[in-house]
């Protein structure tokens, strides 16, 4: 015996496709009511002489006011901009579960929406450390992470140990000691 399904879907609430499909449709609707509305002293006055329909205006008004409303509630709903703090936390999650490639190129993501973001710079860096023959574009990133944060003692640190691999030995030493410095002024600063 075949079974039925109730396909009675008052109950249920319509997808944000359905809504603003209707919310369309119901604009279209308001938008011909505001013109019927606002035509009929028109009409009245060339049809039947002198007739005037007291209030057509303000209900055409309203109507118009509904279509509008209901235009822009119905228009296609824009994708929202992805949050950069999100996206660097889904990098560093990829990069932890050994998605290296796939955390660079989150980052990367990040740098392009905010390229002031001087974190994305440090933990791409640091992803990079991995791959041979990158120290120069991790140099780079630390470089560029200290010029928008120059303040951030670590990034001394790492960009000193990128110093020492391509045989810089007395910028390693410059940066050590600015990070130290850094430290020693972080931790005397109260509130820090």
Known sequence: MPTHVNDDREDAEPTADEWASQARRWSRAALALALLFG???LVGVLILGSWEFEGSFGIAFLCLI????LHLAGRPRRRPLPDPSTILDEAIKAAASGKTDRGI???DEVLRLSPRLWQARQYRGQMRLVEPG???AILQDFT???RLAPEEHHLYVLRSHIFTLLGRDSSARADLETAAR???NTEATPGS
């Open 134 to 136: 990158a120290a120069e």
């Open 182 to 184: 850094l430290r020693v």
């Open 144 to 146: 560029e992470a200290i």
């Open 105 to 107: 190129q989150l980052l």
């Open 66 to 69: 509904a279509a509008a409303y």
């Open 39 to 41: 035509g009929l002293p």
